[in-house]
């Protein structure tokens, strides 16, 4: 199976060895916008080739990032030149977290095979925005989407010209929602989300991780069931709390729940304490959900 697929309308999607993550590779009228190149070196060497065939010295190239973690944004040097865009928060997130991310990918890169040729550098993006904000990049109209939740500076572009989201990590096949904020912050993002399915056509959705999703419907559903998780997490860990279980108990118990990826090849169940942790976390600390 090759690692691209081909959209149609100059849009294709090479997805990663590395945890099946998904870079965007868009063309209009001789321009490249890519969203979170990666992973291994020897496929951003593939996604620079790419490029070159359109623009042979980058010179009309946007590299677009949906947050920084570490899988998602070593892509940055096979790009000398292009212009970068981001959340305004993302590059002190960055450079906050260098030498985290440098030891992150190192260690990811080499279990399947790889090395890194330099280590990771933070960076600056050129271009950043907060909110829901049309942004111009090169022939590219995006519109972003604060989606903290997973991470506070998480964006997801919504590319109306061609009818694509680039999801970031939400709305995978494969994840459950991850958080690293109580699970009201990751469903406000979906709610936010929801209505972009509402009113626009949604006709491929790229999440961070997995398979891609055609057609509104099939994004949609994907929404639902994340809420329907979060739901269901959010009101078993706050019974728990209320019956004064502690954490252990309350990871104990809430094992028992079914969701996506549970027990499966690409496993979900740590992810999934973590999230039972992140809540009950929420509670102790008296932070109020907001509805
Ligand atoms: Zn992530």
């Known amino acids: 199976m090759s690692a691209w697929t ?3 309308d100059g849009l294709r999607v090479r ?27 020897s496929e951003l060497d593939e996604i620079a080739a790419a490029t070159q065939e359109i623009t ?14 570490w899988d998602h944004v070593l892509g940055m040097p096979w790009f000398p030149g292009a212009e970068s865009f981001a959340h305004s928060g993302f590059g002190d997130e960055l450079e906050r977290e260098e030498l985290t991310i440098q030891r992150a990918a190192e260690k990811g890169v080499a279990e399947l095979g790889e090395s890194l040729r330099q280590p990771f ?38 590319l109306p010209q061609s009818g694509v989201l680039v999801a970031g990590d939400l709305l995978s096949d494969i994840e459950i929602p991850w958080l690293d904020a109580p699970p009201w912050v990751y469903r406000a993002s979906l709610k936010s989300l929801h209505w972009l399915f509402e009113q626009e056509d949604v006709r491929v959705l790229v999440p961070g991780h997995g398979p891609l999703a055609h057609g509104r419907l099939d994004g949609y559903r994907r929404l639902l069931r994340d809420m329907d998780y979060l739901m269901h997490l959010e ?6 709390w209320k019956r004064g279980a502690g954490l252990d108990e309350t990871r104990t118990e809430l094992a028992a729940m079914e969701y996506l990826g549970k027990d499966a090849s690409y496993p979900m169940n740590d992810v999934h304490a973590e999230n039972v942790r ?8 008296g932070d109020v959900p907001t509805r």
Do not use: I
């Not at 969203?35 to 070196?41: E, H, I, K, M, R």
């Open 121 to 158: 550098k933070a960076f600056a993006p050129v271009h950043a925005a907060r909110g829901t904000a049309l942004v111009r990049l090169g022939e590219f109209d995006v519109v972003t989407y604060d989606t903290p939740g997973h991470q506070s500076t998480h964006l997801a572009l919504w």
């Open 6 to 8: 081909d959209l149609g």
């Open 235 to 240: 009101e078993r860990v706050n019974a728990a």
């Open 15 to 41: 997805q990663s060895r590395c945890y099946a993550m998904n870079s965007l590779f868009a063309v209009r009228d001789g321009h490249v916008l890519l969203a979170d190149p990666g992973v291994l070196p």
């Open 278 to 285: 992140f809540t009950w976390q929420a509670l102790a600390n």
């Open 56 to 69: 042979p010295r980058f010179e009309r190239v946007s590299v677009a990032f949906t947050h920084p973690h």
